[in-house]
């Protein structure tokens, strides 16, 4: 008996050795991905989230003020979510497995309902028809909505009446503005027509039905593709007064490589893919400035062959601040200030200008430190004219509102 215990006892020490031996070799191995991350910070940090599709948060240097105020812990956490190592590739995993079996189930029993249907295929994603079409469910005004609206709108109107240049706007129609089911509008872009002051500079990007929608829309994105974007920039050569627009040279595309933000938001990036197509420019000579740096392009439409492509990457990213310079003074300076979607078309407007300054509200302040002063910069950068530009999100979110 005696024996037994002593066998037991040494046998419980060695299990609380291996034990032990784990937990220091996992401490170990969570040290060294905090000193890679604080290194990858310091020395690469990331400034562009690619798998969401927008500007990477940083941290931010503590402050009474910002850490009372619980600014400070927000920012910490959503930068830790950016910047520590292999954040996107975890959250890819863990979209993938938790939605994986879902996708799969609902493809196999929904198939046969497919035609002119909207079909929840995981909590995070909806299609509709039977070509796999990501889409997001129609946005109306509601009560509980209208009040957003109305705050963006009474902000736009209040930018026309002091701006010392014209301001044009343009709201782009998306599948948030139409029921595929019967091509009913929400009627979004109708409401800020009938309420926007200066009604002779409101253009809108129109979607009618679902073959529209899937001629200018990604199936597993949700920004509009290489033939959207540029019906936009037609649309807008004609609202802006351009003139001759400028012509692509030929079409490339990197075929089914491509899959994009909804697919990757429900984790089904496996599944769903498609061509990724684009309309080839020969740009004229010009500088690039991105956030006060001079940079070699925005995006990478010079270099179509990438094995991860994606809209930020080839089109370029959500910056808060980015300058095309053209040095042609004989040409008008225009100030750009809108979200993801214009990036698709920013050089191809800039083309017609000296100088075009290219603004996202959503991280102006946190780039340069301070809130966008519109009337200061149109007057430091000799403006002559101005764009809002965006889909619902724009006209809605008060995170594009501008003190004037």
């Known amino acids: 008996m ?22 220091i070799l996992f401490l170990i191995s969570l040290g060294i991905i905090l000193i890679l991350t604080v290194i990858s910070v310091v020395f690469f940090k990331k400034t562009i989230n690619y798998y969401e ?12 003020e910002n850490i009372k105020s619980g600014e400070f812990q927000k920012s910490f956490e959503l930068a830790l979510s950016d910047q520590i190592l292999m954040s996107s590739r975890v959250k890819k995993i863990y979209n993938f497995f938790n939605n994986y079996v879902n996708i799969l189930f609902s493809n196999f029993v929904f198939k046969t309902y497919c035609n002119d249907n909207y079909i929840k295929t995981t909590p995070n994603s909806i299609t509709f028809g039977c070509d796999n079409n990501l889409v997001y469910e129609p946005i109306y005004i509601t009560n509980d909505n209208k009040s957003l609206f109305d705050n963006r709108i009474s902000n736009i109107n209040n930018l026309i009446n002091k701006s010392p240049v014209p301001v044009y706007t343009y709201y782009i129609e998306k599948d948030t503005d139409i029921n595929f089911k019967n091509n009913e509008k929400t009627n979004v872009s109708g409401y800020i027509y009938k309420n926007i002051l200066d009604k002779s500079n409101f253009n809108v990007f129109h979607i009618n039905n679902f ?14 593709n290489y033939m ?18 400028i012509k692509p040279s030929v079409i490339k595309c990197n075929n089914s490589k491509f899959s994009g933000s909804k697919a990757s938001i429900a984790g089904s990036s496996y ?19 991105i956030n006060g740096e001079k940079v070699n392009d925005y995006g990478s439409q010079n270099n179509f062959e990438m094995n991860n492509i994606s809209y930020g990457m080839y089109y370029g990213g959500d910056d808060a601040e ?17 979200e993801s979607y214009d990036n698709a078309i920013l050089k191809l407007i800039s083309t017609h200008y000296n100088k075009t300054f290219s603004i996202d509200l959503r991280h102006y302040e946190r780039q340069f430190g301070e809130k966008f002063n519109y009337l200061e910069y149109i007057k430091k950068n ?3 004219k101005t764009l809002l530009i965006g889909n619902i999100d724009f006209y809605r979110s008060q995170d594009f509102d501008m003190e004037v």
């Open 2 to 23: 005696q024996r037994v215990v002593i066998l037991m006892k040494k046998k419980l020490v060695k299990e609380d050795k291996k034990i032990k031996f784990y937990d």
């Open 53 to 64: 599709n927008r500007s990477s948060y940083y941290f931010s240097v503590p402050t009474i």
């Open 211 to 224: 073959s529209e929608f899937q001629n200018y829309f990604y199936k597993t994105d949700h920004h509009w």
């Open 228 to 245: 959207g974007s540029y019906e936009a920039y037609k649309d807008l050569a004609n609202t802006l007064n351009l003139g001759e627009v």
């Open 271 to 289: 599944i769903y893919k498609e061509d990724f197509c684009a309309y080839v420019f020969d740009f004229p000579e010009h500088i690039t400035y």
């Open 322 to 338: 980015i300058i095309f310079d053209y040095n042609n003074p004989t040409k008008e300076n225009i100030l750009i200030i809108g």
């Open 382 to 384: 000799n403006i002559n």
